[in-house]
């Protein structure tokens, strides 16, 4: 099981539940629970077949992007960076998953 990565997910979907609880804001709700979907399903699909990864890697990887700008623009830590942050963390640990996972040639 992919324990990191649902851990992620519920992060996400939190993020947006309490952005709506802090700010009434239904953008930050819809797509704290939208993200927070995609990283489940994708946590969920890595643990069936630690290979497929496309769905969790391209979750964070939005969200590293769409956060990191906000970050930049802002300088706000949270909510922006701490999402960003956590969405770089997700995407080290994928990504050094998928090279120790990757067949050595001879």
Request: glycine fraction near 14%.
């Amino acid at each position: 099981m992919d324990w990191i990565g649902f851990g992620y997910a519920l992060f996400v979907s939190a993020g947006g539940v309490i952005g709506y609880a802090k700010a009434g804001s239904v953008t930050s709700l819809v797509a704290g629970l939208l993200f927070g979907l995609s990283a489940a399903v994708g946590a969920y699909l890595a643990s069936q077949n630690p290979r497929n990864v496309w769905l969790l890697l391209g979750t964070a990887g939005t969200l590293a992007v769409v956060m990191g700008l906000r970050f930049l623009s802002s300088w706000k830590v949270m909510p922006a960076g701490l999402m960003t942050l956590a969405s770089l963390l997700m995407l080290t640990k994928i990504i050094v998953g998928m090279l120790k996972s990757r067949p050595h040639k001879p």
